[in-house]
């Protein structure tokens, strides 16, 4: 079935591109990955027998050495029955994995949780409940997932009663956490206090119950809140009402959700698309507060609600719109705080606390780095009401309110005694670049630009031309034969080809100007007409290269036919340098809780001490856009002389010229890779000018430095970026010959994004 539905468009990618991502590389989305050595016989002795008799006889003794000895404390379950799965229905347990390991992916991405995904195959409640609650000794939480309700909520009343580990149905609670924050600040902004407003919900879901509860436990009266079904208004003693929407059950003359909707300064909806209409909006209060939560498509589009009127406050479930309710900025930082006391629940202080702390990081002044990453200055205020969700402040700020909530509301059993170190330790498990990566996606769309894929009848290229368009990045600018193109297009399942810009220059329009271009700028380097004229029409370098020099394109990738060193000649050809730069490459290698940036890796043979100098000061600017602070390190065989050499001299001269220029970023040189990375060998030399490991590294020469990156590449674990081409007149990527769709897609979102280029 998913094969025959494969060229199915979704939310801006086909379905066959969704099964490319979950099937390349590895199946799947997870992997297990040992954190000790396992290198020596030694090694597995203490991994397993006998070493591993010690922790057990250990715990047996006190249990509470699990969190010290094991990975318990720092490991979430994600459960489902797949009952519930998305918008999707029911479709069974096994069908649900692919959601519930992109679950376990966002703990380990956003807040360091290890996670792994468990589906079980019932229906009945009570199994369910048996078996969950029979794994208590493996976990450290339990997050709950897409399952239907009214069995979601016995079976999370269950589990939290029996199991002494936190436990949360995330369809409920995250939800509900975000949309409080979301309310506390449109509240704020609308001068209103929480404790008088008129709600009315439209849902009586799980999502919807949960939202009424927190909501309720935040201050808003029982009375002041009409929560409406398909029926409507939910009454004392109307028939069919199970004992969780009878909770909400309170008296109204309404018989409708457009008689309870007039004068009501808040709208909650977690019902189905187009529940809320125009008109209805018009009689609710003045600045109204609408949270249109239906996915994909909300209850009512923000803009029909602007239209009647302008002065609401409007949140939705999407990404396209200011104020997304988005779980992803709750769930990860809640397990966080919950894991880090080892708390024997979450309770409501906890979900109270986590929606505070949401709703005041939204009134903060939103960092450089956060404001680089999403390409403009958030400010609080009607269109930012709810943080972004790659702000990484939410991992210190959220999960330290939950810690300390748990200990304040006597569910730790693990105290924090100094909340500042705790929260600087929040801050260092996450590596910068990884949010900034997300935020640069954000700035390409905000400003599209157009890419020349100058290899676009290769698949790869073609893949990440494709999902360049369709993810909103820009507009892709094919260059190959025609029917070659289309024709791979189609193999893609592109329904539309012909809506693609294909350049081929045996019947491009551009040809002409382009040889009368190039041949003016040639002509003295002992090329004639005919030359360039072959040039044009045979070498697809030089052709997308003219597309970008005449302005028909913003920027170039390729890199995929051809090595590096022939692709940068044929460019070469037709861009120059940006006036006073110094072209050069950046290998950016990103792992858990760093970045290190390699230059030059790519260009420079053996650059001078001038070069040198100049390639640190671009690069550390490239590590700043990317979220770092800079600490660059001047590599050598030599630290500070020792041994001493003949290459020195140009190196020490570039660390002479930066003293004279006082650049503003640290800086340090020559020094061997381990005085730069090893904070051990570091406090050898107390007089280093690095306040810590180096995360720039600029090379003394190309052989060394091409061959440490791609080393580091080969053996590393790391993911690497790059080689990034800094320094052109225009925006030119050169990608590796070996390259994935993902790798080319990166380089042309940096490159788009004004990144790197």
Sequence with gaps: MAEENAGQNRGGFTAREALFYHETIRPGKLEIVA???????RDLSLAYSPGVAVPVEAIAADPSLAARYTAKANLVAVISN??????????GALASKPVMEGKAVLFKRFADVDSIDIELATEDPEAFINAVALMEPTFGGINLEDIKAPE??????????????????DDQHGTAIITAAGLLNACHLTGRDIKDVKVVVNGAGAAAIACTALVKAMGVKHDNVIMCDRSG??????EGMDQWKSAHAVATSA????????????FLGLSAAGALKPEWVKKMADRPIIFAMANPVPEIMPDEAKAVRPDAIIATGRSDFPN??????????????ALDVQATTINEEMKVAAAQAIAELARQQVPEEVALAYGKNHKFGTDYIIPAPFDPRLIEVVSSAVAKAAMDSGVARARIEDFEAYRVALRSRLNPTTSVLSGVYEIAKANPKRMVFAEAEEEVVLRAAIQFRDFGYGIPILVGRTKAVVDKLHQLSVSDPGSFEIQNSADSEHVPAMVDYLYKRLQRRGYTERDVRRMVNQDRNVFASLLVALGHGDGIITGMTRTFAQTVREVNLVLDPKEGALPFGIHMMIGKNHTTFLADTTINERPNAQELAHIARETAAVARRMGHEPRVAFLSYSTFGNP?????ASIREA???LDKEDPGFEYEGEMAPDAALNPKVMALYPFSRLSGPANVLVMPGLQSANLSAKLLRELGSNSTIGPMLIGMEKPVQIVPMTASAPDVLTLAVLAGAGVVG
Excluded: Y
């Design 35 to 41: 954190t000790k050595p396992m290198t020596s016989q």
């Design 82 to 91: 797949g009952t519930a799965i998305l918008g999707l229905g029911n479709l």
């Design 152 to 169: 979601c909520f016995i079976i999370e009343a269950a589990l939290r009663e029996r199991m002494k580990i936190p436990v949360m149905h």
């Design 233 to 238: 208004p939910i009454t004392p003693g109307r």
């Design 255 to 266: 018989t409708s959700l457009e008689e309870a909707l007039v004068g009501a300064d808040i």
């Design 324 to 337: 997304q309710v988005n779980n992803v900025l709750g769930f990860p930082f809640i397990f966080r705080g």
């Design 644 to 648: 001493s050499g003949q290459w020195l």
């Design 655 to 657: 660390v002479a010229i």
